[in-house]
């Protein structure tokens, strides 16, 4: 294992947790792939039910973005979230130790062609895709076949983020820190390929409000500054976890035209439309567990209250 994991530091009492539960997940590597998504399914199934802050903010989210389901079908919607969410506790076994003959027999990937033609003008490409809950896992997965940069935020926790910086040095092309516009830039003019998820409400000055499932959201224009500088194409990316514990599917569709326009606002727009339409065809996939509308319009109370 990576000296940085062993180090003595995390010999302390306040790390013991992480280590029991890296062994208990080390051991949950060896059972069917099926037995472990329905175990994150029991496991969320059990939160949903103990009303965790998690679930208060799913409900604001799902009640906000569905307006028109019924309080019933909003709660079903929830419980649905909070499963996947969970199932992807029991899908880190996969991601850190699984090798990549197993998760081949479980992976769909299509549009391969439509990033080859991309790079064959050696600008890069920015693979852009939202934080629906199967994310980690196909990552793991399309490395495996399309060598590529992640953009990360390091965790609180200094031993779980030495775990994940270890299993990600080993799975991709490179890493660079999500603020980090201008390693993202020098990666993308060496023609690489950036996977980026522009859909967090992180706060910071550097963001517009567009429309979001119907709500003016806080949204960053970090999008439109990365094509700009980079010359590099927007290729954008759905993701999902196919129904029945029969895997995962990606889909990489075609190069945007006319990006960016110029209008940061339109921009945006566009970028929330696109993700909506992947939304509507998964939404219990999504990560609704996200305080998405936490910043708001100047003068607009929280809706998280």
């Not at 820190?177 to 910071?204: F, T």
């Not at 094509?227 to 029969?246: D, G, T």
């Amino acid at each position: 294992m990576n000296p940085r994991i062993l180090s003595v530091q995390f010999l302390s009492p306040k790390y013991w947790p992480i280590w029991i539960i890296l062994l208990l997940l080390r051991a949950l590597v060896l059972l069917p792939f099926p037995v472990l998504i329905k175990l994150g399914e029991g496991l969320g199934t059990l939160l949903y039910h103990l009303r965790l802050k998690h679930r208060h903010i799913a409900e604001v989210n799902i009640a906000l973005a569905f307006p028109t389901l019924s309080a019933d079908e909003q709660q079903k919607l929830v419980k649905e979230t909070i499963k996947g969410t969970i199932i992807t506790l029991f899908e880190l076994p996969l991601f850190w130790w699984a090798s990549n003959t197993r998760l081949r027999k479980r992976f769909v990937i299509e549009g391969m062609e439509n990033i080859e033609k991309v790079l064959e003008h050696g600008r890069g490409a920015i693979l852009m895709g939202g934080h629906f809950t199967p994310m980690l896992m196909c990552g793991r997965m399309l490395a495996m076949d399309l060598p590529f940069n992640i953009l990360v935020m390091p965790a609180k926790n200094k031993l779980f983020e030495a775990i994940m910086q270890h299993y990600r040095e080993k799975f991709y092309a490179g890493i660079i820190n999500s603020h980090d516009i201008r390693g993202m830039v020098k990666a993308l003019k060496k023609n690489e390929i950036c996977w980026y998820s522009p859909d967090q409400d992180l706060g910071g000055d550097n963001i517009v409000f567009a429309p979001f499932m119907g709500i003016q959201t806080a949204t960053i224009t970090a999008t439109s500054r990365l094509a700009k500088l980079s010359k590099a194409p927007i290729v954008p990316i759905n993701f999902e976890r196919i129904k029945n514990n029969r895997g995962y599917r990606l889909k990489i569709l075609p190069a945007w035209e006319n990006f960016p326009s110029g209008d940061d606002v339109e921009d945006a727009t566009r970028v929330n439309e696109f993700l909506e339409q992947h939304i509507q065809e998964v939404p219990d996939q999504y990560l609704w567990v996200h305080r998405r509308f936490k910043t708001r319009p100047k003068g607009e109370p929280s809706l998280y209250k």
